[in-house]
């Protein structure tokens, strides 16, 4: 599995080294058929489309943006930004990860409306919210915008899903957070606070074992003297 | 990494130049064809996956938990400070647990014989274990456990799905706020917590008491993946009555030859390098379903029981399943013998006033009943089996249909009879305890509780869980009345509350009777009117067909559309808790509120930040605080890169 990904990336590399400079070369370096190597523990979970950033880039979903990254994914779209204010509450995080957005912490935001929020829409709606380096707004056909949404975000299973007054049910008021490196993956209300949001992340960080004797974690010791005398 | 991604990077600019040569045109428009490429024809959840390998049923023994055993002393000592009325409850018990990864075995057919990565518990001399230990704990006899995070951190854990940051709630406990679990008290791996468990009833009121509680992970956004791993046990507490010797008191069956723990849970499974490995979907909102129904974390095993009289604790493990229970036998001559009924004795966390005979019991997720199983009419040979009859598709709730005993899903614990080894001094007796006295003059406050749906998230009145807002603020001591609303037509929700537990004042509108027992029998979620006669071949029904709890519980069943009013009272302790939907996905997916209990006088109706409600030290109440047991991500270097791991 390492040698297999390692190589994928070498692959890659030589490939963009060899070729034009333009980004397509990304995508161009894939096979045309849809063989790939499972990389990594999300690999067969995550649709791994090609998408189109606000920047007019295209990507492979899960291997380019997802694979290996501390990630926060959610649905949005231009039309139901003003709803559920998803954009607007990332923007708010962006500033709290410092240099990090766009180094080994990315944000994805999927629209759910690939008709209307063409690259050009979405690169004005990027620059009203201040994306940086590190967030980009896919959008792209709209059969691999629909499918990514209903494997990550809708419920429309087989088995029955839900219907909660809308077809499009499509969990707009969520972030996924996640570590796809290591496979773990957790959700947050949108609305939560952003540094509630940033500390998610870093549970999801890979860390070294802990050493030595087990460290007191609580309850806090001053427990006691703050309800002396109020029982 | 770092390298390719300043490729990627700068490919993002460049991309963004949009100068493409014709032969790239041509290829870009291949690879915009290509966009359906799998994974789309994978299952999109966990409910459609494939099904587990297979597994014979029965061949598996039941697990029974070892008994947890104290130790004579915890090194460093526990501190005094760190807990409510500590000097009032000194631990007369000390308890060391640890919370583990291993290899557990849930069957013995391959692939499952080679074990499946879990986490649980491990305490003494004992293998750790899911479910772990059984507390025997005792009225007047205050305990302290320490609880040690032995957790593989992120990036080193087999268990993937799981986050070993961990918080154990006692469910059903009446514990102070910081030995309460609460979803934000969490330790890291390589760090302990201790829980003060003072083991007095609510208010002193000995018709407070509880019997069967569980331990299970309450953490923040993974309590579904925490549990689901394996992260639950049994906290049993007797008292002078309830003995745990059938020699005394209440006579009861002895704990533990003949007072046995069951939680179930359904779990899927997935064929992984010729090993069955646990499998979790993250992506899911609405509720998982397993296809391999476990109890104590083995699959549809079989236990060997004497003919005489049993007490068996059922627990609904969740993570989203509603159960049925009914027992069918291999002894037909008799309607009696091939079908025989279930005696309630408890309802949650309490006794009933008194037994009551059923032909099923219903359990919502979180939900316990204690039943006494009497094989006495068996002969060695005999057989009697456990089976879940109601039909479940996916988090909605119970379809309404039931299955037929014949469906293999079905099937949860064979009891196989084998020859009494000594008398049965058990006794059923005819009256357990009145439920508490409800004091309508105590109550100071109304609230209403809508449990809906909005964007992908589960909202109680339209509102998500944050750890840093206060729902609802409580004057210590007093009692208030809150209605539980399902404000979804299609949607079922176990709700339960930390702390107490509540009676229930009226159901859907109509009063409740002292002498009611909620009984779905005949009634489906739906309103449909249900027939049990094609399942169990009988003339007439008894008067309570389904038992689903008494007057006294810590989980209200909201089936859609109904709305539940109960009584509560809160003393003894000031801080933090919450109420939510033990569907664990619901609750991870935010159904969840804190309340708090504040000093006399100081409650409030509306949310409040809980910055505004505590002002600094000294004159905040206890552990109230959130506590950032881990360093943010602005916080001090980066982690080391993430070494790959092996699929």
């Known amino acids: 599995m390492d040698d297999k990904g390692d190589k994928t990336m070498k692959d890659r590399r030589e490939l963009l080294a060899a070729g034009a400079a333009a980004l397509p070369a990304i995508a161009l370096g894939m096979e045309a058929d849809c063989e790939r190597p499972a990389r990594g523990p999300n690999a067969s979970e995550i649709p791994n489309h090609v998408v189109i950033t606000h920047q007019g880039a295209k990507a492979l979903f899960y291997d380019d943006l997802v694979a290996g990254r501390t990630v926060v994914l959610h649905c949005m779209s231009i039309a139901t930004e003003p709803q559920y204010r998803t954009a607007e509450s990332l923007a708010r995080v962006q500033p709290l990860l410092a240099g990090r957005l766009g180094r080994d912490v990315f944000f994805y935001s999927l629209t759910v409306d690939p008709e209307r929020d063409t690259v050009h829409a979405l690169r004005d709606f990027a620059v009203r919210h201040g994306a940086g380096p590190g967030w980009s707004f896919l959008t792209g056909e709209t059969a691999a915008l629909l499918d990514l949404k209903a494997r990550l975000f809708s419920q429309s299973g087989q088995s029955g899903g839900h219907r909660h007054g809308s077809e499009e049910d499509c969990a707009l008021a969520m972030l996924r957070y996640g570590n796809a490196a290591v496979g773990l993956w957790g959700s947050v209300p949108a609305c939560s606070s952003p540094e509630w949001i940033v500390r998610r992340l870093s549970w999801v960080e890979a860390r070294q074992p802990a050493a030595g004797p087990p460290r007191r974690g609580g309850p806090s010791p001053d427990t006691y003297l703050r309800s002396e005398g109020r029982m | ?409 079905t099937n949860l614990l064979r009891f196989d009879v084998v020859p009494l080894t000594a008398p049965d001094n058990s006794r059923i007796p005819d009256q357990f305890r009145p439920w508490p006295r409800i ?73 409740y009777r002292e002498d009611y027992i909620q009984d779905i029998g005949g009634r489906d979620p739906r309103g449909r009117d249900l027939d049990l006669e094609p399942i169990l071949g009988r003339g007439t029904r008894s008067p309570v067909d389904s038992f689903m709890g008494g007057r006294r519980r810590d989980v209200a069943i909201l089936l859609p559309s109904d709305e539940l009013k109960v009584y509560m009272r809160w003393p003894d302790f000031l801080g933090k808790y919450v109420m939510h939907c033990h569907n664990v996905v619901h609750e991870d997916h935010a159904m969840m509120i804190r309340w708090d209990i504040v000093e006399p006088g100081k409650g409030f109706d509306q949310p409040r930040s809980a910055d505004a409600v505590y002002t600094p030290p000294p004159d905040s109440p206890p552990h109230v605080e959130i506590r950032p047991a881990s360093p943010t991500i602005n916080d001090g270097p980066s982690p080391p890169p993430v070494p790959p791991l092996e699929d």
């Open chain 2, 439 to 511: 004091d309508l003059s105590a109550v100071k406050r109304e609230r209403v509780w809508t449990f809906d749906y909005e964007g992908g998230l589960w909202t109680i009145n339209n509102r998500v869980m944050d750890p840093n807002r206060v729902d609802a603020g409580i004057d210590q001591g007093s009692a208030e009345i809150w209605t539980f609303r399902n404000g979804g037509r299609n949607w079922s929700h176990p709700i339960h509350s930390h702390f107490v537990e509540f009676l229930f004042l009226a159901i859907n509108g109509r009063p």
């Open chain 2, 1 to 409: 990494m770092a390298t390719r991604r300043d490729v990627l990077k700068l490919g993002l600019v460049a991309g963004g130049a949009g100068l493409l040569t014709a032969r790239q045109a041509l290829a870009q428009r291949k690879e915009l064809v290509k966009f359906l490429c799998p994974p789309d024809d994978r299952p999109r959840q966990i409910n459609d996956q494939p099904p587990s390998p297979e597994a014979r049923p029965w061949m598996a023994e039941l697990f029974v938990p070892p008994v947890m055993p104290p130790v004579p002393q915890l090194v460093p000592p526990p501190d005094p400070r760190a807990h409510q009325r500590y000097g009032e409850f000194l631990p007369r018990k000390l308890y060391e647990i640890r919370e583990q990864e291993f290899i557990w075995q849930y069957h013995p057919d391959p692939p499952y014989d080679k074990g499946s990565y879990s986490w649980g518990f491990q305490a003494g001399s004992f293998l750790p274990s899911t479910p772990g230990p059984t507390y025997q704990a005792r009225y007047g006899e205050p305990v302290l456990v320490r609880r040690t995070n032995e957790l593989p951190p992120v990036g080193h854990a087999k268990v993937r799905f799981g986050l070993p940051s961990t918080t154990s709630h006692l469910h059903n406990a009446h514990t102070a706020s910081e030995s309460d679990g609460n979803p934000v008290d969490w330790i890291d791996s390589g760090e302990f917590w201790d829980h003060h468990y003072a083991n007095f009833p609510a208010g002193h009121d000995p018709l407070q008491k509880l019997t069967t509680l569980w331990y299970h992970d309450h953490r923040l956004d993974f309590t579904a993946a925490n549990v689901y791993a394996g992260l639950a046990g049994f906290y049993c507490l007797f008292d002078e009555d309830d003995t745990g010797d059938e020699n005394t008191g209440w006579h009861l069956p002895s704990f533990p030859k003949y007072d046995i723990p069951l939680i179930l849970q359904d779990i899927r499974f997935a064929a992984v390098d010729g090993g069955a490995q646990v499998v979790f979907d993250a992506w899911n909102t609405d509720g998982m379903l397993g296809d391999r129904m476990t109890v104590n974390r083995r699959i549809t095993p079989r236990f060997s029981v004497e003919p005489r009289k049993y007490r068996f604790r059922l627990l609904d493990g969740g993570p989203s399943r509603f159960y049925e229970l009914f027992l069918r036998s291999s002894r037909t001559e008799s309607r009696r013998l091939q079908y025989p009924r279930f005696t309630a004795i408890t309802g949650d966390g309490n006794f009933l006033p008194e037994p009551v005979e059923t032909e099923s019991i219903f359990l919502g997720v979180g939900q316990r009943v204690d039943v006494i199983l009497d094989f006495s009419a068996y002969k060695p040979g005999d057989h009697v089996y456990l089976h879940n009859l109601l039909q479940q598709l996916n988090g909605a709730g119970p379809t309404g249909a039931y299955l037929d005993f014949d469906d293999p899903a």
